[in-house]
């Protein structure tokens, strides 16, 4: 018997490129869009430019008279189609039905009336300006708070308050925490609507093969079981006769764990007309037609005792939903108070949601989903305290932290927080950039009537979501592990990775416990007809309970390994290691390329044991995990014209163990850029028509890669115990932390002129009028 | 985001692009950066595009009797990057520099964006302070213009239907002419919130002349004769800048939209102005 | 989007007031109209060709006046739909006599729907000041004539 050692080099925790990045940067991935089918049609769809409409009636005749249009349909003609899901429940939520086509009006701009379908593209757009539709336009309202006043245009008839639910969740004794403080501060802060605006946006292609019964949906989505399971129910098929088939997406942020009327109809289309059916969505669609994020106008106020430990938390969150509850837009804002203690040991807490239906599209998960708001609000409110005491923003965060000797943490909304040491990332973050001579730095900027800024951000977040119990469908994740004949290693992931790099990370985990090169790895994924089942890459999840379920795969396949080991070596004492069994006595060894094959010729079996190597698991993990960090940001304000001068950005992150520094840095690098996008420049924008006139990117301000500074990423290690690999998610991390420091650090860099709070984006014009006010605009 | 059909013609030579414009329904194309979105959009149909890119007799930047020649699909980025342009009329290089980003640079065209008039566009603030001419031709008939005359109204110019930008044309700089311009990012578009575009020169101390050039700040871009005027004679102190800059935004309307009032645009072109002229002194030889 | 600015002309109140109100009048002033069709007492329907920046096409719309104060004010109420989208809008003109000529007062407030009020923000306010002085340009000449 051979004995070759396969590998002894440990990848987890090494910078390891990612090996998805070759295919999508020399242009050779496949996306949505890159499918073709013989026969294949292409739809467009008609869309409302009202933000509150009646149909009076709609004409397709037009449309159907130019050459090449083989149907139009409208919402009489889908009525049957299920509504579009909402999958979150709360006591008394009101859940508009959501026709995937609109039946008699129209609830928001883009809101889709009918669908043409035709030979190319090209004809079927220039179909959809042939149909008439008459619209009888409505009153609308954009603004949450607005709509839940009296007298508000109703969104929905039938609920003329445009209230969607009240929700409520208290913890400890918050009358007395309040009634016994020595300091009680206030503030409004608003979190903007956002457009989450992946590169690539939505996409469809449905082929229908009537003979089989079959249809098979290509979707640029983040869930393909979910997405599978839901679609069927909607057109009221078998579950198991339709496959959903995700290609590369570029881009999701939370946007695309969705299931959207478009998918339905595409399955519609392609059983109604016998054809493959093409659907991509424009840009305008992606900006009108595709959830939003964010949307929160909140009002807190903390309690606090004169040494500046903080007693009491209260917060009135109003959420702007728009006019629909997508999968989960009613669920967003309650993570929002689950997280509202952030990293400190208030044990009084109450929380009122109002959900408040808007005509808009509506809001759901966007990178961060509900972190980033309450991080915003505890992180400013506890600035706001700092300066009320006149103490130093960090000392009053190190004061309340929650201590390293509390974990399990249980909080006062009834989380348990895993592991953590909140100091150790803060006091990092405080060392590099040096606080005390920076504070000095200040002070002689302040005297020469520079506005300097420091602004502090102590973060922490709830991630793997998540238990099942506590989730909307499930909350575990699955994989197989398939040592093939020829010994390479194949895994089928249900955790749909849309860019984390996960094809990189699990090979990493899985070359590791299996002792074979990275090379002998193909993680697979995204595909309902190949992978055993999942749930799907959100909520910085993938890993922490995706790769938690190839790793007991693969524990399972080493003791199957072992077993073939000991069988083929004639020994009953053997171990597994570097990718070779070896019988510990005779120091013989074998490797698993031959107890592969010798699992599939099967001449032989060990006592008990089948042919093949293929394990699956289903890993449910007993709680989430919290990731924590800081992020210190430097800013300078312009006098003359409010411009906001990045200075310095820098982020410890501590996401539990780290399997590849490089992806990690890369996940904190993307999701502050985003947090800045939200502090800086981001904002959609409805008028009171219901018109969206921040419509494209000539007028919705994404980052660019020039406003960006230098992201000086570094990290502390602390272990999660939920979970064997110890990993606890970074992908919104970055998000998370990024804006209430930029915000802190502005409003710090302003503080001589009196200021206490701005809300986002900080336009200069915005801190210009400020300046000119003396603080008191 | 897909165009309505239309018709695409793509001449080798100018004449015979001028002789497809003279019906007056046609429309040229030149790098596309205002006219595609617009027709993705289905804000414009042209039924038909006169494509420019393939002529090569509108592509040069020469020197000429003291002046710079610029031809009409000369992109941003040849403007920039022209050793020529740099070195004889460097303000140009710098207004050019600062135009969207490279990709846009690389496609976007002198002619095209002049002839699009937009009123945040980058080259109008220095081709006004250069007191610049265009030169128009149609299928019979050239004239010159100066830019001042050429920019009517917002996207509004003299160009008549069937004629085209031939060339833009600048002065040579002389060398002791300090230039610089200056101007405030749209995040999202690139396009400038307000634009200033400064040429001074010194004489025994004063400055003996001073063009001043504005985009963005008004439905068309126009030149700060005020602020010339409050400048020329003074020895240019930061009070004497301070001053004429203050000046800047007198009896305009100013342009009010999701990005900036007109408040803080006129205080945007103040700023910019006495920077533009700032930096336009610590250049000049 | 709101609306607001003065116009002097060269007329007395009364006549300007009543220019203001004749469709013949309005249809030479207002760009790329050619008629206005009365289907109402104070009311015409009226198709106008836009183009601005290489963009527009033809509007049809309706124009109603109401709130007639004679010599003094009135109001405009207008409503067009285009393909690249559409306007509402409602505008109250005061009309001050400044000796031999008049000051034409107006604050309104314009919706703009549809394709043109997604991607076109940055155009609206300086196309409609410069539609509302093409107006006032060819008024004046109106006014100034015989």
């Not at chain 1, 994924?525 to 890993?543: C, E, K, M, N, P």
């Amino acid at each position: 018997m051979a004995t070759t050692i396969t590998k002894t080099e440990t990848l987890v925790g090494k910078r390891i490129r990612r090996r998805e990045d070759p295919r999508l940067i020399t242009g050779t991935a496949t996306y949505v869009d890159d499918i073709q089918m013989p026969g294949m049609h292409h739809a467009c769809i008609v869309r409302s430019p009202h933000g509150a409409a009646n149909i009076k009636s709609i004409n397709t005749k037009p449309a159907l008279d130019l050459p090449g249009v083989v149907a139009v349909f409208t919402g009489k003609d889908t009525e049957k189609i299920a509504p579009v899901p909402c999958g979150a429940s709360l006591p008394g939520l009101r859940v508009p039905h959501h026709h995937v086509l609109a039946m008699d009006r129209v609830y928001f701009l883009g809101h889709p009336v009918a669908v043409v379908v035709a030979t190319d593209r090209y004809i079927a757009r220039d179909a959809a300006d042939l149909v008439e539709v008459d619209y009888e336009p409505l009153q609308a309202v954009t603004d949450p708070e607005k709509a839940i006043a009296p007298g508000a245009p109703p969104v929905h008839p039938e609920w003329p308050d445009n209230t969607a639910f009240n929700y409520h969740q208290e913890g400890g004794d918050v009358d007395k925490a309040f009634a016994e403080a020595d300091v009680i501060v206030k503030q409004r802060i608003t979190s903007q609507r956002l457009i989450p605006a992946p590169m690539e946006g939505r996409g469809v292609v449905a082929e229908w093969l009537a003979g089989d019964r079959a249809l098979t949906l290509h979707s640029s989505t983040q869930i393909p079981h979910l997405l599978r399971s839901l679609i069927a129910m909607m057109l009221g098929l078998e579950e198991n006769r339709l496959r959903v088939v995700t290609p590369e997406v570029g881009g999701a942020f939370g946007c695309k764990l969705n299931v959207y009327a478009e998918e339905a109809l595409m399955g519609f289309v392609a059983m109604k007309i016998g054809k493959p059916v093409k659907w991509i969505e424009s840009r305008r669609e992606n900006f009108t037609c595709t959830i939003h994020g964010r949307g929160h106008v909140d009002y807190y106020e903390v309690a606090a005792k004169r040494d500046g430990t903080i007693t009491g938390i209260k917060l009135k969150l109003i959420q702007d939903l728009g006019a629909y509850h997508q999968l989960l837009t009613p669920a967003i804002p309650t993570l929002s108070v689950l997280m509202m203690p952030g990293l400190y040991a208030c044990r009084n807490i109450r929380a009122d949601i109002v959900g408040a239906f808007t005509n808009a599209v509506p809001t759901d998960a966007y990178r961060g989903a509900g972190r980033p708001e309450a991080t915003h609000g505890i992180e400013r409110m506890v600035d706001i305290l700092a300066a009320e005491l006149k103490m130093d923003p960090v000392d009053i965060r190190l004061k309340n932290f929650v201590g390293n000797d509390a974990f399990p943490y249980t909080t006062a909304t009834g989380l348990t927080y895993d592991s953590g040491n909140y100091a150790a990332p803060f006091e990092k973050a405080l060392g590099i950039v040096k606080y005390k001579e920076l504070r000095e730095e200040q002070k002689q900027a302040r005297a020469a009537g520079r506005l300097f800024g420091i602004g502090l951000s102590t973060y922490g977040e709830i991630c793997a979501m998540g238990p099942s119990p506590a989730t909307a469908a499930g909350g575990w994740e699955s994989a197989t592990v398939k040592i093939e004949p020829s010994g390479k290693v194949t895994v089928m992931t249900g955790a749909s990775p849309h860019g984390q790099g996960e094809e990189t990370t699990f090979a990493q985990i899985a070359a590791d416990e299996l002792g074979v090169g990275i090379d002998d790895i193909l993680v697979l994924h995204g595909d309902t007809a190949v992978v055993q089942y999942g749930i799907g890459t959100f909520g910085s999840r993938g890993t922490a309970i995706g790769g938690t379920a190839m790793y007991f795969a693969i524990q399972d396949l080493k003791k199957k390994i072992k077993k073939y080991g000991a069988m083929l070596l004639a020994s009953e004492d053997v171990s597994f290691a570097n990718g070779v069994c070896t019988d510990n006595q005779s120091g013989k060894s074998v490797s698993l390329k031959e107890i592969a094959a010798a699992s599939y010729r099967a001449m032989s079996l060990p006592p008990g044991e089948t042919p093949g190597l293929v394990a699956t698991n289903f890993w449910e993990p007993p709680n989430f995990t919290f990731p924590f960090g800081a992020h210190i940001v430097i800013t300078e304000v312009d006098r003359d014209t409010g411009a906001i001068e990045l200075k310095r950005y820098v982020a410890v992150d501590d996401c539990g163990k780290i399997i590849n520094p490089l992806i990690v840095d890369g996940q904190v690098h993307g999701g502050v850029v985003q947090g800045l996008g939200q502090a800086l420049w981001e904002q959609a924008v409805y008028d009171d028509n219901g018109q969206l006139v921040t419509g494209e990117f000539m007028d919705y301000a994404l980052p660019k890669a020039s406003n960006i500074p230098w992201i000086e990423s570094s990290h502390t290690e602390t272990p999660s115990p939920v979970n064997p690999l110890g990993v606890k998610g970074v992908g919104e991390a970055g998000t998370i932390g990024c804006s209430p420091a930029v915000v802190n650090s502005v409003v710090d860099a302003l503080s001589p002129l009196g200021v206490r709070h701005i809300d986002m984006p900080l336009t200069p014009e915005k801190i210009w009028n400020l300046v000119q006010a003396g603080g008191q605009a | 985001m897909i165009a309505q059909n239309f018709e695409y013609a793509a001449p080798g030579n100018l004449q015979e692009a001028l002789d497809l414009l003279a019906g007056g329904d046609a429309k040229a194309l030149a790098g596309g950066m205002s006219l595609i979105p617009l027709m993705k959009l289905r804000l414009t149909a042209p039924d038909q595009l006169v494509d420019l890119a393939r002529i090569a007799e509108l592509n040069y930047i020469r020197e000429e009797a003291g002046t710079l020649r610029i031809g009409a699909t000369t992109t941003h980025y040849q403007v920039e990057s022209s050793p020529l342009v740099r070195s004889k009329c460097p303000l140009l290089a710098e207004a050019a520099s600062s135009i969207g980003d490279i990709q846009v640079r690389n496609q976007g065209t002198m002619g095209g964006s002049v002839a699009h008039a937009d009123p945040a566009a980058d080259y109008p603030a220095s081709l006004l302070a250069l007191e610049g001419r265009v030169k128009l031709v149609t299928a019979k008939s050239e004239r010159e213009l100066s830019l001042a005359d050429f920019f009517v109204d917002t996207f509004t110019t003299a160009l008549e239907p069937g004629e085209i930008i031939r060339e833009v044309i600048v002065p040579v700089e002389a060398q002791s002419t300090g230039t610089s311009y200056q101007k405030v990012i749209q995040p999202a578009s690139g396009f400038a919130i307000v634009g200033v575009a400064a040429r001074v020169q010194k004489a025994n101390g004063k400055i003996g002349m001073a063009r001043i050039g504005v985009t963005g700040l008004s439905g068309k871009p126009y030149r700060a004769t005020n602020v010339e005027q409050a400048l020329e004679g003074t020895a240019a102190a930061a009070a004497d800048i301070q001053k004429a800059a203050a000046l800047v935004a007198a009896g305009v309307d100013a342009n009010a939209d999701l990005h900036a009032s007109a408040n803080y645009r006129r205080q945007l072109g103040r700023v910019y102005t006495a920077r533009a002229l700032a930096a336009a002194l610590s250049r000049m030889a | 989007m709101k609306l607001e600015g003065s116009y002097l002309v060269p007329a007395g109140q009364e006549r300007v007031y009543r220019l203001l109100q004749d469709p013949e009048v309005l249809a030479k002033c207002m760009p790329g109209t050619d008629r206005l069709d009365k289907v109402a007492e104070d009311e015409y329907e009226m198709k106008m060709k836009m183009m601005i920046a290489g963009m527009g096409g033809m509007f049809a719309g309706k124009i109603r006046i109401a709130d007639q104060k004679a010599p003094e004010s009135f109001r405009l109420v207008v409503d067009g739909t285009g393909k690249i989208g559409f306007i509402k809008g409602e505008g109250l003109l005061n009309l001050i006599a400044q000796g031999e000529k008049t000051e034409v007062k107006y604050e309104g407030d314009v919706q703009v729907g549809g394709t043109i009020a997604g991607v076109g923000q940055r155009l609206l306010d300086t196309t409609s000041k410069m539609i509302i002085k093409k107006f006032f340009e060819k008024f004046s000449e109106i006014c100034a004539a015989d």
